[in-house]
């Protein structure tokens, strides 16, 4: 009698036990499930969340009539296949921010950037190629790159990237030879932090940044030019034109040019106006020939040289947002990018622009308060909500 009962105990025990390791397995499913789930929506959507809708686009490229790529903060990628009229989100492999962005075709290209890694002092970069026109980015490169500003490539080997200078990249200036699978530092040391650069090879070349820094590289090494002080003005473009003159713009309206790939350095046969040096930054130049086109912070005018800077005329863009970088594939077609996703787009020479996506966009307010607790939450809310700001 008394056995009845602690035989029934010992068999759901039994059944407890053997059941276990079923549960368990069920369980290890559910967390491999959850943990398979996409970690950002680019990976399951090729819709941008608002955050990368009006990320700000720091690089702009286009190839031909028909195609074009923006790069910028947030890993976002913005492709056309209609020479700028409509803008499609491409997928990154990244979340990081873009700052460069190089194709040789419409079908093989880099992009390059970096951030600052959580939790930690110290900031790494990132190359990315692609070999569809952008339908897919594969990451290249050691893990240890810093941060990237600036990729150019002039085959499907031969590369060049400026970067952050760090104990083992002293100089910010590599090179490759075998498509981005390895680096190779160029002699020499960075004094500031390069933040522009243009090659018309690997072994000619030009780097400039912050504190007025800049130097030319050649034969594999950055040397400096101390005998051109910039002063302290951060200098944010550098760009060749196909016969090798150069242009150098940055902070106070600074415009330069050099007939000699930056031996030397002067300023343009016609000066901007001298009032642009209270409150213009250059931050972009680019040039088609003769044909000369600048803009920065603020973006509401491009300035436009039709004979290679001897006389300058102001084009509204109607938009007043800074332009971050502009770049033209013919003398009429172009494109500029800038904060909040800008994009505009010219089919004259920049004499009307056209904004293709995120045109009116602007920050309604900004608010320092010493605590969280009294942010004023409500008129946020009113002019983001109700009024469309961003």
């Given at each position: 009698?008394?056995?009845?009962?602690?035989?029934?105990?010992?068999?759901?025990?039994?059944?407890?036990v053997?059941?276990?390791?079923?549960?368990?397995?069920?369980?290890?499913?559910?967390?491999?499930?959850?943990?398979?789930?996409?970690?950002?929506?680019?990976?399951?959507?090729?819709?941008?969340?608002?955050?990368?809708?009006?990320a700000?686009?720091?690089?702009?490229?286009?190839?031909?009539?028909?195609?074009?790529?923006?790069?910028?903060?947030?890993?976002?990628?913005?492709?056309?296949?209609?020479?700028?009229?409509?803008?499609?989100?491409?997928?990154?492999?990244?979340?990081?921010?873009?700052?460069?962005?190089?194709f040789?075709?419409?079908r093989?290209?880099?992009i390059?950037?970096?951030?600052?890694?959580?939790?930690?002092?110290?900031?790494y970069?990132?190359?990315?190629a692609?070999?569809?026109?952008?339908?897919?980015w594969?990451?290249?490169?050691?893990?240890?790159?810093?941060?990237?500003?600036?990729?150019?490539?002039?085959?499907?080997?031969?590369?060049?990237?400026?970067?952050?200078?760090?104990?083992?990249?002293?100089?910010?200036v590599?090179f490759?030879?075998?498509?981005?699978?390895?680096?190779?530092?160029?002699?020499?040391?960075?004094?500031?932090?390069?933040?522009s650069?243009?090659?018309?090879?690997?072994?000619?070349?030009?780097?400039a940044?912050?504190?007025?820094?800049?130097?030319?590289?050649?034969?594999?090494?950055?040397?400096?030019?101390?005998?051109?002080?910039?002063?302290?003005?951060?200098?944010?473009?550098?760009?060749?034109?196909?016969?090798?003159?150069?242009?150098?713009?940055?902070?106070?309206?600074?415009?330069?040019t050099?007939?000699?790939?930056?031996?030397?350095?002067?300023?343009?046969?016609?000066?901007?106006?001298?009032?642009?040096?209270?409150f213009?930054?250059?931050?972009?130049?680019?040039?088609?020939?003769?044909?000369?086109?600048?803009?920065?912070?603020?973006?509401?005018?491009?300035?436009?040289?039709?004979?290679?800077?001897?006389?300058?005329?102001?084009?509204?863009?109607?938009?007043?947002?800074?332009?971050?970088?502009?770049?033209f594939?013919?003398?009429?077609?172009?494109?500029?990018?800038?904060?909040?996703?800008?994009?505009?787009?010219?089919?004259?020479?920049?004499?009307?622009?056209?904004?293709?996506?995120?045109?009116?966009r602007?920050?309604?307010?900004?608010?320092?308060?010493?605590?969280?607790?009294?942010?004023?939450?409500?008129?946020?809310?009113?002019?983001?909500?109700?009024?469309?700001?961003?």
């Amino acid at each position: 009698m008394t056995g009845g009962p602690v035989m029934e105990d010992e068999m759901r025990r039994a059944r407890c036990v053997a059941l276990l390791p079923v549960c368990l397995i069920l369980l290890s499913r559910v967390i491999c499930a959850q943990t398979s789930l996409p970690l950002s929506p680019r990976t399951a959507s090729a819709q941008p969340t608002p955050e990368e809708d009006d990320a700000t686009l720091h690089d702009v490229q286009l190839i031909g009539e028909r195609f074009g790529w923006a790069v910028g903060d947030r890993g976002v990628i913005w492709t056309t296949t209609d020479g700028g009229r409509n803008w499609s989100y491409s997928k990154s492999p990244v979340a990081c921010s873009l700052r460069s962005v190089c194709f040789l075709t419409d079908r093989i290209g880099w992009i390059a950037g970096g951030a600052i890694a959580p939790h930690a002092r110290h900031d790494y970069g990132v190359v990315l190629a692609t070999q569809d026109g952008g339908e897919t980015w594969n990451s290249i490169g050691p893990a240890t790159l810093p941060f990237v500003h600036h990729v150019q490539f002039f085959d499907l080997d031969r590369g060049v990237c400026v970067c952050e200078p760090t104990a083992r990249r002293p100089s910010g200036v590599l090179f490759t030879e075998d498509g981005g699978k390895t680096w190779t530092n160029a002699e020499g040391a960075a004094p500031a932090g390069w933040r522009s650069a243009a090659f018309l090879d690997t072994s000619t070349g030009y780097v400039a940044g912050l504190r007025g820094e800049h130097a030319g590289v050649s034969a594999g090494t950055v040397r400096p030019r101390p005998q051109q002080n910039m002063g302290l003005a951060g200098i944010h473009a550098v760009e060749f034109d196909s016969s090798g003159r150069a242009w150098m713009g940055g902070e106070g309206a600074l415009l330069l040019t050099s007939e000699t790939a930056g031996a030397s350095w002067e300023d343009p046969p016609g000066v901007l106006p001298i009032e642009l040096r209270e409150f213009f930054d250059i931050r972009t130049v680019a040039v088609h020939g003769d044909l000369v086109w600048v803009a920065g912070s603020p973006g509401g005018v491009v300035w436009h040289s039709l004979d290679a800077g001897r006389s300058w005329e102001p084009l509204p863009t109607g938009d007043p947002n800074a332009i971050s970088a502009i770049d033209f594939s013919t003398p009429q077609r172009g494109c500029a990018v800038g904060p909040f996703g800008k994009i505009l787009v010219t089919d004259d020479g920049g004499y009307r622009w056209t904004a293709a996506r995120a045109g009116g966009r602007r920050a309604a307010r900004l608010a320092l308060t010493p605590q969280a607790s009294r942010a004023p939450l409500q008129l946020w809310m009113q002019t983001s909500g109700e009024q469309g700001y961003r």
